[in-house]
């Protein structure tokens, strides 16, 4: 498929959710076409407001493609399209989200048809319920990840329930609980609100809660350098715990029995102490090792250690989630890691486009392709 590609027409293609926006903008910095799949009724951003437009030059994304529901890009035509316009698909989190809702993760990896950057079957390690899991991956690693509970009656300490939302299959339900009386009172109060039911709390992760400020690593592994960089940090802005973070205690008491909804609603860049660069650089390299292990090639580009930094001596990093393809925040750039390294700025989607150029320059696109 790639001998028929045209080298001067590569498109970097994303589904426009997520961080489709950094990969335009990455592309056109590096000379590349890109692409946005849309969905209709939520194609505005990317057809109208950051269509790129002359005099002045302005906007990022090249063209999109609009199809009624996401999951149809599995359609025939719609990957005859894509292979027609030399794309080079992008993975981020909605794309697995809204497509795993029809598909399976082996569906969805046979089924699209044009070459990932990155690794396609890695993508279903960041579902628990896969064997091959992110758990395994961080075992095999040796990266410190939360103490797991394999029954509510095992609770002794203060845990976090990870459950499927009974309403929005894409999102999953959050609770606390410190003890199984606890658990049983939480769940309950949850069903009853209709955000968890039997079937979702039989299959939930239960993990003792650690207790530290959060910080996203977000990393990229470059095959064709061989080499490991940190492209920034940040954390989440979550509904509704922002919220009750910002009440007086009082206030916060009173809603000691609201349900915590974690939704995305944001990002914001932080940075480390520069004492801990050097165990979160150890921590990714043998991570990137044990992807290695577990089947040829290994992670490709961008992934993500999400970490809460628990109190020592010494400090620590703990993994609480890992993300096996670009990260949703393109607040990254605005830390000052990559500058350290490539002396200015450089986003992820932008460092993405790069690795694909210098592949492409060098013949080597079968080492960053899937």
């Known amino acids: 498929m790639l001998a028929g590609y045209d080298p001067a027409g590569l498109t970097l293609c994303a589904i426009g959710s997520h961080s ?5 903008a990455g592309a056109r910095l590096q000379g590349l076409r890109n692409l946005v799949v849309t969905e209709r009724g939520r194609d505005r951003t990317y057809a109208d407001h950051y269509v790129r437009k002359a005099d002045p030059a302005r906007g990022c994304v ?24 030399n794309v080079l698909f992008v993975a981020n989190r909605s794309f697995e989200v809204y497509l795993r809702q029809r598909y399976t993760s082996t569906e969805i990896e046979r089924g699209m048809r044009v070459p990932f950057f990155g690794s396609r079957a890695l993508l279903r390690a960041e579902e628990r319920t896969e064997a091959d899991n992110q758990y395994a991956l961080l075992e095999r690693a040796g990266v410190r990840y939360p103490k797991q509970f394999a029954h509510p009656h095992d609770i002794d300490r203060l845990a976090i329930v990870k459950a499927p939302h009974a309403r929005v299959s894409f999102e999953r339900a959050f609770f606390l609980a410190r003890s199984p009386e606890d658990y049983q ?13 039997a079937a979702g709390l039989d299959g939930a992760v239960i993990e003792e809660f650690a207790l530290g400020p959060s910080v996203n690593l977000n990393f990229f592994y470059s095959p064709l350098l061989d080499e490991l960089e940190l492209m920034g940090t940040d954390t989440r802005r979550q509904t509704n715990l922002e919220g009750l973070k910002n009440l007086p205690f009082a206030q916060a008491q009173a809603l000691a029995d609201e349900p915590i909804r974690l939704e995305e609603a944001g990002h914001i860049a932080v940075t ?43 400090k620590d990093f703990v993994v609480y989630d890992v993300s096996l393809r670009i990260p949703g925040s393109p607040g990254t750039r605005f830390t000052p890691y990559a500058a350290y390294r490539w002396g200015r700025d450089v986003s992820v989607g932008e460092r993405i486009a790069m690795e694909v150029a210098w592949a492409r320059d060098a013949g080597r696109l079968a080492d960053v392709l899937t």
């Open 185 to 197: 009172r939480q769940s309950a109060l949850l069903a009853a609100n209709g955000m968890v039911d």
């Open 62 to 85: 090249d063209a999109t493609l609009p199809l009624e529901k996401f999951s149809d890009i599995l359609d025939a035509a719609v990957q005859d399209e894509l292979r027609a316009r």
């Open 272 to 314: 480390l102490t520069e004492s801990m660069l050097e165990k979160a650089f150890s921590m990714g390299e043998r991570f990137v090792r044990a992807t290695q292990a577990g089947g040829a090639p290994g992670i490709i580009g961008p992934f993500a250690l999400q970490c809460i930094i628990v109190a020592g001596p010494p």
């Open 20 to 24: 489709a926006l950094e990969v335009a």
